[in-house]
């Protein structure tokens, strides 16, 4: 069975968290349109069994994978590294791997691990891979997020909850660094043909939270009937990766339907602050 139309034929797209739930139902809906399909894993293994499942599922077998850890910059930088050397231009990043975690949980970096896989990923690999996103525009970068950023804070005393951890004030804050980071991307990216857009995809049933209890767990349990699929999930970050309406449009929150996010994710000041500190924690000069 070949792909369903090849609108994305000749394109190149990495998806991260393409193992499960969104990012797979992300990366099975551009490979369906005919793209080169990247699937970001931390699990081999895994990312090869997803290979074959979109490649049955659509008909196409231009998938590759990149594996990296997420949670851990030396093996985000390595991925990064493995993949410009396969592919000098890239036309798409969805990122969408992440996480809940109920309890504090530190990376091999020392940082908190919502707050690493969750915003400082997303932070590490887009700059990583902008020279390929350059090299492959128009291009686009499109952020997976949350609603949960409006309420939401910066803790800038407390990055990451080594004083007072909350599980809940960790997803949100990471949730809040996404929109922070779009808009301060987008910005910086004015003029060089490179797009940074973000979503919120709404309630998903999908693998997020699981087995990890507490309130969060007990709300994801309780929703789950009344949740979307992550092919629904999943249409929005197609279509702000793929639509031709979309071309060239950035800074731009679609939660369903074009959507507005809180005063505070428009903050100049507060997106240059947190770039900083993230461009620190990375060792990136950017
Ligand atoms: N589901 C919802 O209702 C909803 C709503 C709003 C926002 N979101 C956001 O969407 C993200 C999760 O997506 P999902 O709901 O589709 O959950 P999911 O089914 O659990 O998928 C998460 C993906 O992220 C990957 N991942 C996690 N940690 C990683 C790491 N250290 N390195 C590389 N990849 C890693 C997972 O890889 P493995 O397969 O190896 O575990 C998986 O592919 C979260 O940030 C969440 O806050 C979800």
């Keep these: 069975m070949p792909p369903s139309n090849e609108a994305m034929k000749g394109k190149v797209c990495l998806v991260t968290g393409a193992t499960s739930g969104i990012g797979k139902a992300t990366a099975t809906g551009l490979a369906a349109q005919g793209a080169t399909v990247v699937i970001g894993c931390r699990s081999r293994e895994k990312g090869e069994a997803v290979k074959q499942e979109i490649a049955r599922a659509t008909g196409n077998n231009s998938l590759d994978l990149m594996v990296a850890d997420l949670a851990s910059i030396e093996s985000t930088k390595k991925g990064a590294a493995d993949f410009l050397a396969r592919y000098p231009k890239l036309n798409v990043l969805v990122n969408q791997a992440g996480l809940f975690l109920n309890q504090r949980v530190v990376t091999p970096d020392g940082l908190e691990t919502m707050f690493a896989v969750n915003h400082l990923s997303y ?66 990216l004015e003029g060089t043909g490179v797009t940074a857009t973000i979503m919120h995809p709404g309630g998903v049933k999908t693998e997020l939270g699981k087995g990890q209890g507490g309130l969060f767990g007990f709300a994801m349990w309780m929703m789950r009937p009344l949740m979307d699929t992550p092919e629904k999930g999943a249409d929005t970050l197609v279509w702000l990766a793929s639509s031709p309406e979309m071309e060239g449009v950035s800074g731009y929150y679609v939660k369903r339907k074009p959507a507005k996010s809180s005063a505070q994710s428009h903050d100049k000041e507060l997106a240059a602050r947190l770039w900083k500190v993230s461009a620190e924690l990375c060792g990136l000069n950017v």
């Design 123 to 188: 932070f590490l690999l887009t700059n990583l891979l902008l020279p390929a996103l350059k090299a492959g525009a128009p291009s686009r970068v499109v952020n997976g997020s949350g609603g949960i950023e409006a309420i939401a804070k910066i803790h800038f005393d407390d990055l990451q909850g080594e004083k007072k951890f909350s599980a809940m004030k960790s997803i949100a804050q990471s949730k809040l660094g996404n929109f922070l980071f779009t808009y301060e991307l987008a910005r910086r």
